[in-house]
Antibody, heavy 112, light 107 residues
Framework: QVQLKETGPGLVQPTQTLSITCTVS????????MQWVRQTPGKGLEWMGF???????EYNSEFKSRLSISRDTSKNQVFLKMNSLKTEDTGVYYC??????WGQGASVTVSS | DIQMTQSPPSLSASLGDKVTITCQAS??????IAWYQQKPGKAPRLLIR???TLESGTPSRFSGSGSGRDYSFSISNVESEDIASYYC?????????FGSGTKLEIK
């Protein structure tokens, strides 16, 4: 059974770094692209980037300067790190396998 | 970046109606469009990929069509469980881009 679950901090202060882990089961990270998508009140659904099955990455230029996606295949985990957070980054962050299977989302609030 | 113009923003339908949502891309996306359903508090669920290919488990009352820049998504015989927001996604070019969504309500 394919499962994805995001875990994150919930609350992050402005200018700080957001770190979210996506833990997967039921498939191999070396066989699928893993995407990060966020949903914010201001911009709706936004594709942030992905890590390919081979490990290379692509980012939305909207985030490129402050976003990093990586993985640990031995732990079946994918990581999102984004620095210099602003209040507009408040939203729900999803990891997704390719396009078809999504995690429940990690709600993030950026506030002091 | 490819812009996806989705309309209408909201839709009110009676049970059993047929409804149609459209997405127009700012350039040809070669049929690389997917449609998602999202219920409140839940992640988007993929219903259709590559314009018209239904995902496993997607009821046959959902359908998609289109080509070039213009695409549509329809629900025939709307049921109460279809109350949700619907989004298109183009995946022809990076960055992937979503439409702004359509909220379906029942009259």
């Amino acid at each position: 059974q394919v499962q994805l679950k995001e875990t994150g901090p919930g609350l992050v202060q402005p200018t700080q770094t957001l770190s979210i882990t996506c833990t997967v089961s039921g498939f191999s990270l070396t066989s699928y692209y893993m995407q990060w998508v966020r949903q914010t009140p201001g911009k709706g659904l936004e594709w942030m980037g992905f890590i390919r099955s081979g490990g290379s990455t692509e980012y939305n230029s909207e985030f490129k300067s402050r976003l990093s996606i990586s993985r640990d295949t031995s732990k079946n985990q994918v990581f999102l790190k984004m620095n210099s957070l602003k209040t507009e980054d408040t939203g729900v962050y999803y990891c997704a396998r390719d396009m078809d299977a999504w995690g429940q989302g990690a709600s993030v609030t950026v506030s002091s | 970046d490819i812009q996806m113009t989705q309309s209408p923003p909201s839709l009110s339908a009676s049970l059993g109606d047929k409804v149609t949502i459209t997405c127009q891309a700012s350039q040809n996306i070669n049929k690389y469009i997917a449609w998602y359903q999202q219920k409140p508090g839940k992640a988007p669920r993929l219903l259709i990929r590559y314009t018209s290919t239904l995902e496993s488990g997607t009821p046959s009352r959902f359908s998609g069509s289109g080509s070039g820049r213009d695409y549509s998504f329809s629900i025939s015989n709307v049921e109460s469980e279809d109350i949700a927001s619907y989004y298109c996604l183009q995946y022809d070019n990076l960055p992937l881009t979503f439409g702004s969504g359509t909220k379906l309500e029942i009259k």
